[in-house]
């Protein structure tokens, strides 16, 4: 399975930008599709942006539509969340995730593969 490192988190004030890097390892990384998912304190972790294999296609959670980008770039061997007009309700812990298959899903049972996490913290 493919090994993955986060980084790039930190703490900003609302309306201001992040953008979370996942390093992976493993030649697989191409043929899979890639996440991102949060989760916040005493709440289930949830989805945020997905990416197929290609980079052809993305998905998003309703909550980040508009603001937050996912980008990969398999020749680098990494996937991306570019994160605009943060809000205070999108502090979690961050984690990258690599798929199972090439399509991209927003289930985590779709993903076999995660990061130890990130942390974003956005203050008002």
């Known amino acids: 399975q493919v090994q993955l490192v986060e980084s790039g988190g930190g703490l900003v004030q609302a309306g201001g930008s992040l953008r979370l890097s996942c390093a992976a390892s493993g030649r697989t990384f191409s043929n899979v599709a890639m996440g991102w998912f949060r989760q916040a304190p005493g709440k289930e972790r949830e989805f945020v942006a997905a990416i197929n294999w290609s980079g052809g296609s993305t998905l998003y959670a309703d909550s980040v539509k508009g603001r937050f980008t996912i980008s990969r770039v398999n020749a680098k061997n990494t996937v991306y969340l570019q994160m605009n007009s943060l809000k205070p309700e999108d502090t979690a812990v961050y984690y990258c995730?690599?798929?199972?298959?090439?399509?991209?899903?927003?289930?985590?049972?779709?993903?076999?593969?995660w990061g130890q996490g990130t942390q974003v913290t956005v203050s008002s």
């Open positions: 995730a690599a798929g199972k298959v090439r399509v991209a899903y927003t289930a985590l049972s779709t993903y076999g593969s």
